[in-house]
C-alpha cells in the first residue's frame, strides 16, 4: 500500500500528522536559542515547563484541527509526546530540557517516498524525532516503498555555533545587517538544517539560509537527490531567520505570498519570474502581537495549510489574511489556533505532510542565470 507521497505543499492532502503540546517545556538558553527569542522578548531567560492550563488550550486547538481535517477527508496521525523535561546529555553537549512536539514540520520533511527526520540545529531539539517513531514504524510495515531516512546527526558542540555572536551589544539592527551579509550564529562546521527551512516545489527545494540551516545541509540534500535542484534563499528583512513558512509560502503552482518585511531579494527572483510565478505581497497580520511566551512573530498570519489548489485553512482571526486568500479565489476555512501558537508556530508548522496527491513536477522547465543554485563548485565553505 502507497502510503507516503508528497512533493509540494499544495496538492491535494489526503494524510499529515498533527502535533500534540503536551508536556512542552521552554528550552533552556543555548548558543543556537538566543536567536530564535527577539531581544525584548519576555520570554528571555524562562525555561522549563509550560503552564498546564496553556498545554490543553492548545491541545483543544490541535484537536479540533484534527476534526477540521478528517471532515475534508484527510487521514490524521498523532505523535507521542516525550516527557520532554529531561536534560539531554551527548558526547558533545549537555543541556536541560527538551522542547516539545507541537511542530512536526520542524523535524520531518517529506520529499516524495522519503520522510527524512532532520538534523535539528538546538540542542533542546536533538531527539525530538522519537516523538515520530511509531508513526513511522507503522509506515515502513505498511509501504514497501516509504524510505525513513535520518540526515546527518550533528554534534552541535561549540564549534557547531559562533559562541560570540552575542557578545557586546547586538542589536535587532545588527541582526538585521547580519542577515542581510548572510552571518548566522551557526558555523558551516557540519550540517545543520531543520525541515521547516525547506520549501518542496516539485523538482526544485527553495531552501532559507538562516540560523537553524546552513549551506552544508543545501548541498547533502543536493547529492541525496541528484535528479533535483536545490535553491539558497535569504531573506534580509529578517533579524531572526528561522524556517521559511511564515516568510515564503506557495499557494498553488505558480502563486507564492511571500512576508513584505521579508522580501525575497531581486536576483533571487530571476528563476520564479523566469517561470511566470507570480510573488504577491502577503496581506498584513491582524494582531500587533504575537500571544504571551511564544516564539514566533505575528506573521504566523501566512503560516497557513493549503488543502488542495482551491482550498486553504487559515487562523480564524487571521481577516486581512483570509481576505486576500478569498480575493485570489480560495474557499478559506478558518479555525482557531492562536493558543497552540506558543508551542511552536501555526498551522503549517502544526502539521507534516505524509500524502498527498500528485507526482513530482518540473515547475521551473526555464532555467536561467540563478544566483540561488546550489552547486559544489560554487561552494561557500
Ligand atoms: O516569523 O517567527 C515562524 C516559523 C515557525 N516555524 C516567524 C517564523
Not at 61 to 84: H, S
Not at 103 to 130: A, K, N, Q, W
Not at 297 to 322: A, F, P
Not at 331 to 359: K, M, Q, S
Request: charged residues 25%.
Amino acid at each position: 500500500m502507497k502510503v507516503v507521497n508528497s512533493w509540494n505543499d499544495f496538492d491535494p492532502l489526503k494524510h499529515c500528522i498533527v502535533g500534540r503540546a503536551d508536556n512542552c517545556c521552554i528550552a533552556p538558553s543555548e548558543p543556537a536559542s538566543k536567536v530564535k527569542v527577539p531581544l525584548d522578548s519576555p520570554m528571555r531567560g524562562m525555561t522549563g515547563p509550560r503552564p498546564l492550563d496553556t498545554v490543553e488550550k492548545a491541545n483543544a486547538q490541535l484537536d479540533n484541527l484534527v476534526k477540521v481535517l478528517e471532515g475534508r477527508g484527510v487521514k490524521v496521525d498523532r505523535p507521542d509526546a516525550l516527557q520532554w523535561n529531561q536534560a539531554v546529555v551527548t558526547p558533545h553537549f549537555m543541556t536541560g530540557s527538551m522542547f516539545g512536539c507541537m511542530p512536526p514540520r520542524d523535524v520531518l520533511l517529506t520529499i516524495g517516498r522519503d520522510i527524512i527526520c532532520t538534523s535539528m540545529s538546538f540542542r533542546s531539539r536533538f531527539f525530538e524525532h522519537y516523538a515520530y517513531s511509531r508513526v513511522l514504524r507503522k509506515y515502513f510495515e505498511q509501504d514497501p516503498e516509504f524510505r525513513w531516512i535520518y540526515s546527518p546527526r550533528p554534534e552541535l558542540g561549540d564549534a557547531s555555533f559562533d559562541l560570540h555572536y552575542f557578545d557586546g551589544d547586538v542589536t535587532e539592527e545588527t541582526l538585521l545587517e547580519r542577515t542581510a551579509k548572510k552571518y548566522f550564529v551557526s558555523t558551516e562546521h557540519e550540517i545543520l538544517f531543520d525541515a521547516a527551512d525547506v520549501l518542496r516545489l516539485g523538482k526544485d527545494l527553495f531552501v532559507q539560509h538562516g540560523s537553524t540551516t546552513n549551506l552544508k545541509a543545501m548541498e547533502w540534500l543536493r547529492r541525496m537527490y541528484p535528479d533535483m535542484r536545490v535553491h539558497a534563499v535569504n531573506f534580509p528583512g529578517d533579524p531572526y531567520p528561522i524556517h521559511i513558512d511564515a516568510t515564503f509560502v506557495p499557494l498553488r503552482p505558480g502563486l507564492i505570498i511571500n512576508n513584505p518585511e521579508r522580501p525575497l531579494p531581486k536576483e533571487q527572483r530571476k528563476i520564479f519570474e523566469a517561470n511566470d510565478w507570480e510573488i504577491v505581497e502577503a496581506a498584513k497580520s491582524a494582531h500587533t502581537e504575537p500571544p504571551p511566551l511564544c516564539y514566533s512573530s505575528v506573521w504566523l498570519s501566512m503560516n497557513l495549510l493549503v488543502l488542495d489548489h482551491k482550498t486553504v485553512i487559515v487562523e480564524e482571526s487571521e481577516v486581512y489574511q483570509q481576505e486576500q486568500l478569498d480575493k485570489l479565489g480560495f474557499e478559506v476555512i478558518p479555525v482557531p489556533f492562536r493558543d497552540a501558537y506558543p508551542f511552536g508556530g501555526g498551522l503549517h508548522c502544526a502539521t507534516a505532510d505524509v500524502y498527498r496527491e500528485g507526482t513530482c513536477q518540473d515547475y521551473f522547465p526555464n532555467q536561467v542565470d540563478d544566483p540561488t543554485l546550489i552547486t559544489y563548485e560554487n561552494r561557500a565553505w
